[in-house]
């Protein structure tokens, strides 16, 4: 298996334009989540997902943040408008009820200027 | 709620020593415990876990976990350290199977030649 897969590995985007961040889970896998890493806060969960469908979303910071699973391959977290405070690591991890640990992307390295 | 501790920012330890990095956890039941490691650049990767079973884990690359109830420890271990070990370290828990997993801040391990 090749892991979890996320796009773009760079971002960069100027102030108040969308970004849109894309993840690929493991297959067969029925949870999914969004962490957002920064060196002031660390790892914070923003949202997850269990078979397809959005458990918590406490986690993110604004409305200008969105998250959808249309199918069990396929997450996007989007951030619309896009502020300087935005920039991070975006991490999407999935794991399978059995199994207990979650496995992580390369991350999405999210820079607004 | 859940939550993690890692007292330790930064660990320094030389090549050949043995080192440790601490952890401590606050859950309601029995916990799920994990440990992460992050490269520069890099997505967090698997260590090793505890779920139930033998107090001591073993786990990628030569650590170690021992888990401990009375003091709420999950500390990593491993008996001779190698430059190739510098890293990130996190630790991480669940309440339980399908929860997301809660990190602690992180501690940075340098191991010196």
């Known amino acids: 298996d090749a892991g979890v897969i996320q796009s773009p590995r760079h971002e960069v985007t100027e102030m108040g334009q969308e970004v849109t961040l894309r993840c690929k889970p493991i297959s067969g896998h029925d949870y999914l989540f969004w962490y957002r890493q920064t060196m002031m806060r660390g790892l914070e969960l923003l949202i997850y997902f269990n078979n397809n469908v959005p458990i918590d979303d406490s986690g993110m910071p604004e409305d200008r943040f969105s998250a959808k699973m249309p199918n069990a391959s396929f997450s996007t977290l989007k951030i619309q408008p896009s502020e300087p405070r935005d920039s991070a690591v975006y991490f999407c991890a999935s794991s399978s009820l059995g199994q207990g640990e979650a496995f992580f992307g390369q991350g999405t390295r999210l820079t607004v200027v | ?113």
């Open chain 2, 1 to 113: 709620a859940q939550s993690v501790a890692q007292p330790e920012d930064q660990v320094n330890v030389a090549e050949g020593n043995p080192l440790t990095v601490k952890c401590t956890y606050s859950v309601s039941g029995n916990p799920y415990l994990f440990w992460y490691v992050q490269y520069p650049n890099r997505g967090l990767q698997f260590l090793l876990k505890y779920i139930t079973g033998d107090n001591l884990v073993k786990g990628s690359y030569g650590f170690e976990a021992e888990f401990n109830k009375s003091q709420t420890s999950f500390h990593l271990k491993k008996p001779s350290a190698l430059v190739s070990d510098s890293a990130l370290y996190f630790c991480a828990v669940r309440e339980t199977g399908n929860t997301p997993l809660v990190f602690g801040k992180g501690t940075r391990l340098s191991v010196i030649a």
